[in-house]
């Protein structure tokens, strides 16, 4: 089952533009994570915020995390036509056993030159 | 610093096969995660394996099993191969800290096997 879930489901915008994804999801967390992937291969982790974090930054890329509401943003600032991808949260639940992360169904970025 | 490799790059089966999908993990990271995706949906967690054994399994039948060999690869076996198991097939590794406890869990993924069953 999905835990997260990535709004918009698709977004699109001009180059230079910033582009805002949200994330909700169900359980406690560990932390979250947000992941790129590039025309359906392998994923890339572009950031972790812990749950006792309420933002973080790396680069063009600014995460916020708000646990009342369960609930995450991604910004990505100045966009480039690299952008374009789907961009995913993950989610690494208190309750499991194991290390396995919780994957939303994602955003499709796509930024236009 | 090798990445996680993933083989074969695409695969197409008919139902009731089986087939038998390779990963091999990121130097110095010992534990392994097997996740599906479909087409337009994000990755579900298949199942890990730490130290060769099972380490945690998602809501997937039996006839998903895996393995991990001295060297932390892994092997991913499904067996009656069904349509609905057409999928991209990601293998990711991660180091595991002493204690058995991931200070961070950041995963690091291969490029995935496509699956196709006809």
């Known amino acids: 089952s999905q835990q997260g879930e990535e709004d918009p489901q698709a977004l699109s915008i001009q180059e230079g533009e910033n582009a805002t994804m949200n994330c909700s999801y169900k359980?406690?967390?560990?932390?979250l994570q947000w992941y790129r992937q590039n025309s359906g291969r392998g994923l890339v982790h572009l950031i972790l915020i812990r749950s006792n974090e309420r933002e973080k930054h790396s680069g063009r890329l600014r995460v916020t995390l708000d646990t009342s509401k369960k609930s995450s943003s991604l910004l990505i600032t100045a966009s480039r036509a690299a952008d374009t991808a789907s961009y995913f949260c993950a989610t690494d639940d208190s309750g499991a056993g194991s290390y396995q992360l919780t994957f939303g169904k994602g955003t499709k970025l796509s930024v236009i030159p | 610093e090798t990445g996680v490799t993933q083989s074969p790059t695409h695969l197409i089966k008919t139902r009731g096969q089986q087939v038998t999908l390779r990963c091999s993990s990121q130097?110095?990271?010992?534990?392994v995660s097997w996740y599906q995706q479909a087409l337009g949906q994000g990755p579900q967690f298949i199942f890990q394996?730490?130290?060769?054994?099972?380490?945690g399994r998602g809501n997937f039948p039996p006839r998903f099993s895996g393995l991990q060999f001295p060297n932390y690869s892994s092997e991913l076996n499904v067996n009656a191969l069904e349509l609905d198991d057409s999928a991209l097939y990601l293998c990711?590794?991660?180091?595991?800290?002493?204690?058995?406890?991931?200070?961070?869990?950041?995963?690091?993924f291969g490029p995935g096997t496509r699956l196709t069953v006809l």
């Open positions: 359980t406690s967390i560990n932390n």
């Open positions: 394996y730490y130290r060769e054994e099972e380490n």
């Open positions: 130097s110095g990271h010992n534990t």
């Open positions: 990711a590794s991660s180091p595991l800290v002493a204690g058995g406890r991931f200070s961070y869990n950041e995963q690091f």
